[in-house]
């Protein structure tokens, strides 16, 4: 079905077409075959495309082979798919009852091991040291006088005013600090005692949880056996493939444009889902099947069309968005030598329900001094474009902009299927995808006339998820470092990190005393400093440790 049609528009086209301008190139048949695209990406055939499973490879190949079909060449590795690995969700093993004191004899029930646990048994007496809180500056060690070398620490969850994140330990309520405290004094193994409110089993685990040090376990306040114990934990961690798929259209230019769409979706549900009941497929049909649609389309326009001839095209279909961008994050970083040099990135996520009137919105006219007037000539009746300075950080464009080039990031804006099951082909409008691909070709064209775009910075705005904090770093971490503590891919200019002299690959490893392993401890230290508070920051940069003064 895809087949013909593209074979009629090829019969069109080659009638002489193609000296027409991007307002004028009839694109009903790229409408019908990016209505096929999305039909097929956004099938219950591929179970929501989550990365590592065969769905998500269905769509890899799929896209891999319209690319070479429009003319687009296996680019970056030799097939086009540019392999990486993900975290998945750690699990518990089928027998929770890991956690048994040996010595008693006696199963536990309700007994697991905490996500932070290292897998392993560990042997010791049970220590009691409170809530396993040093605070300083609040008076008060629980570990003061308790020698808990060999031992296994009996932590209190919770904070001993009760009062949690409302109240003066805050700051504290990270177990993970707490763990490695114990660690640090010696202890082989931790029992952590949830009170009645807590709750410390998060399931299924969060997804990329780092083995702390030691084993530790969770046993309900009243099962715990006095004296010698044994403690075995053993969570299961995971990894899975993902792929992006990269192709050339190379007409011998000087300058190389890439355009992006990431194609992979939330499978089941999982993390990010917005759908509460049983377990559904998220079919992302707008999310990001109608952006993958539209740069599968312009390959093979793009491919032919004398005006595009001005510039290279790489089109890449990202995997791992969801995860927190993680699939361009490994494209920027591992680009081979020929694609270091890259003239801009156009960026397309949902681009698929434009409703009858309403402008496409791009950002990112900040990041090139060029982009407004350029946009402002890439209109096409009827379409209106609403466009806005910074890049946000939310799609893959946000990668490219931390690498210092220039970014536009097409969206025809949010609704109430995002992240839900009901994302779903019926739902596209054939027009808002038609559209904007005819605004991609409008963009080339009037950038064809005068290649040159000079890269700027924009002041990127906080984002909503930071909205819980008093104050901000403005870095942008590295989600898929893999190391302990928290890596920084990139800064907003003016920012405290920033100004203090921090820089992009900089691992913070420390903030005001507190440890930073990972994205959790990171945020829980942040969260406890106000607006003009200063703070040491330690990080590691080519491997030696250093330390300066933050001003938030
Ligand atoms: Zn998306």
């Known amino acids: 079905m895809r087949f013909s049609v593209f074979v009629l528009g090829m019969l069109l086209w080659s009638l002489g077409a193609w000296g027409q301008s991007a307002c004028e190139l009839p694109l009903h048949v790229a409408r019908e075959n990016m209505m096929h695209h999305i039909g097929y990406l956004s099938s219950d055939e591929l179970e929501g495309r989550y990365p590592g499973t065969e769905g998500a490879d269905k769509a890899r190949q799929y896209i891999a082979q319209v690319l070479r079909e429009n003319g687009a060449a296996p680019a970056v590795t030799d097939n086009g798919s540019q392999w990486f690995t993900v975290a998945r969700l750690a699990s518990f093993p ?3 009852n890991s956690a048994v004191p040996l010595k008693t004899g006696v199963a536990l029930k309700n007994t697991f091991p905490h996500p932070r646990t ?38 209190q969850a919770g904070t001993p005013d009760g009062k949690g ?95 992006g769409a990431h194609y992979d979706h939330l499978g089941w549900g999982l993390e990010h889902s917005l759908h509460r009941g049983e377990p559904a497929i998220h079919n992302g049909a707008d999310d990001n099947a109608s952006g993958v649609a539209v740069v599968l389309e312009a390959a093979r326009l793009l491919k032919e069309w004398p005006t595009a001839k001005a510039f290279n095209y790489l089109i890449v279909g990202f995997s791992a968005e969801e995860d927190g961008l993680l699939g361009s994050q490994h494209f920027v970083a591992n680009r081979p030598a020929e694609f270091k040099e890259l003239f801009g990135m156009l960026n397309f996520d949902m681009v698929g329900r434009m409703e009858k009137g309403n402008p496409l919105i791009v950002s990112g006219t900040g990041t090139a001094l060029e982009w407004p007037e350029v946009l402002s000539r890439a209109t096409c009746l009827p379409i209106s474009l609403k466009t806005e300075s910074a890049p ?23 609704h109430g299927d995002y992240h839900r099951p009901s994302d779903d082909v019926e739902k596209i409008e054939p027009l808002s995808v038609e559209y904007t691909l005819r605004t991609l070709l409008a963009t080339v ?61 900089d691992v913070v490893v420390e903030l005001g005393g507190m440890p930073v392993r990972d994205m959790t401890s990171y945020m829980t230290a942040l969260s406890a400093f106000s607006k003009g508070q200063k703070a040491k920051v330690v990080f590691v940069r080519d491997g030696e440790r250093l330390a300066k003064d933050v001003v938030f």
């Open 94 to 96: 089928p027998d929770r």
């Open 392 to 414: 946000g950080s939310a799609s893959d464009h946000a990668s490219f902009y931390r690498q210092g080039i220039p970014v536009l990031h097409f969206f025809t804006g949010a």
């Open 118 to 155: 290292a897998n392993g048994a560990a042997s010791g007496k049970i220590k009691r040291v409170g809530y396993g809180i040093d605070a300083s500056d609040l008076g008060r060690n629980d570990f003061r006088n308790k020698r808990i070398a060999g031992k296994i620490a009996l932590i």
């Open 165 to 259: 994140p409302h109240g003066k330990f805050a700051k504290h309520l990270d177990l993970d600090t707490r763990i490695d405290r114990a660690a640090s004094a010696g202890a082989v193994g931790v029992v952590l005692v949830p009170g009645k409110k807590d709750n410390l089993l998060p399931e299924p685990f969060y997804k990329g949880t780092r083995p702390g040090r030691i084993p530790v376990v969770v046993l309900p306040e009243g099962t715990v056996p006095r004296g010698l114990i044994d403690l075995n934990a053993f969570v299961q961690r995971e990894t899975a493939q993902a792929a992006n798929v990269c192709g050339f259209v190379d007409h011998g230019a000087t300058k190389t444009l890439v355009l």
């Open 445 to 505: 064209e009037v950038l064809s006339q005068a290649p040159a775009l000079t890269q700027q910075d924009v002041k990127e705005p906080t984002t909503a998820s930071s909205a819980s904090f008093k104050v901000t770093l403005g870095v942008v971490p590295d989600y898929a470092f893999a190391g302990s503590g928290m890596r920084i891919s990139g800064l907003s200019p003016g920012k405290p990190a920033e100004k203090a002299g921090l820089v992009a690959g």
